[in-house]
């Protein structure tokens, strides 16, 4: 059975582009870097590595990425004056909505405020402190869902997946002897990840994330067009290159380009099925 599940796409496309802007130019956008990302979360990424999960190494990066936009956010409150609130609110407001979530409590009446001058104890201040309350718990509340839709959206972008896990092959490689120590029956001789079998939740995902189609030559496996023709799950950064088991890290081929693409070789596509063809 399929099961269906809420998104919430407003917030998430302003984190996914937020996560594009950190992993690409680090330090200049939130003052953090992937090596931190590595250095803090090693021993929770290296098991999504060796074996695919549903929560995946990828989850944790957003999550990452959106603790400091939190944190920025949250300050920014803080340190604002109470007459720029207006913006600030309607905008968190609106994400809330987004997911499905209707308020408590309704917009602070700003102009009300404005006279008494943020007195804090009238009733349109006793209600701006209520909603300010209400909005916090509920942005917590949608978090996974947020975290969730982001994760879809950047699924679909491969070449940031295979940038993503380029950068992860670095940090393996690097820590390869760490990573023997501690997990040495899912590394073979030649200091690489060893295969392993892929669940059936994996391949429908992948499958139904590039719609059914090889990735490199663009040919038909779903059996609908070639009848028989069946696929093969890639590893986006092979194997051979320090590249992980990981679910992100995935594409499906068909046999022929599979059995062509050399094991030493990061190959992927940024070529999509269209919603509409224009032609």
């Not at 969730?148 to 950068?167: A, I, Q, R």
């Not at 992948?206 to 590893?235: A, K, M, P, Q």
């Amino acid at each position: 059975m399929v099961k269906h599940t809420k998104f919430s796409y407003t917030p998430a496309i302003i984190l996914a582009k937020a996560v594009i802007e950190v992993f690409y130019n680090e330090e200049s956008v939130y003052g953090f870097s992937f090596d931190e990302f590595w250095s803090e979360f090693r021993d929770e990424i290296i098991p999504k590595l060796l074996k695919p999960n549903k929560e995946t190494v990828l989850h944790l990066y957003i999550k990452y990425t959106n603790s400091y936009i939190d944190d920025d956010l949250i300050d920014l409150l803080k340190n604002i004056d109470y007459k720029d609130y207006e913006k600030h609110l309607n905008y968190l407001e609106s994400m809330i909505r987004s997911a499905g979530i209707t308020l408590k409590f309704k917009l602070p009446d700003f102009d009300e405020i404005e006279k008494c001058g943020h007195c804090r104890e009238c009733e349109s201040c006793n209600h701006f402190s209520n909603f300010i309350e209400e909005l916090g718990r509920e942005l917590i509340n949608i978090e996974p869902t947020i975290i969730n839709t982001t994760f879809h959206l950047l699924m679909l972008n491969k070449s940031f997946l295979k940038d993503f896990h380029e950068s992860i092959a670095l940090y393996m490689e690097d820590d390869i002897d760490y990573i023997k120590e501690n997990y040495l029956s899912y590394i073979r001789i030649n200091n690489r990840l060893k295969r392993v079998s892929w669940p059936a939740w994996l391949k429908r995902g992948i499958f139904y994330r590039d719609n059914g189609v090889c990735v490199v030559c663009r040919s038909d496996l779903t059996g609908v067009v070639n009848i028989g023709d069946s696929f093969e799950l890639d590893h986006i950064v092979p194997l051979s290159s320090f590249g992980n088991n990981d679910s992100s890290n995935l594409q499906i081929l068909c046999k022929s380009c599979n059995i062509n693409k050399s094991d030493k070789v990061i190959q992927t596509s940024v070529i999509e099925v269209p919603l509409w063809d224009y032609h």
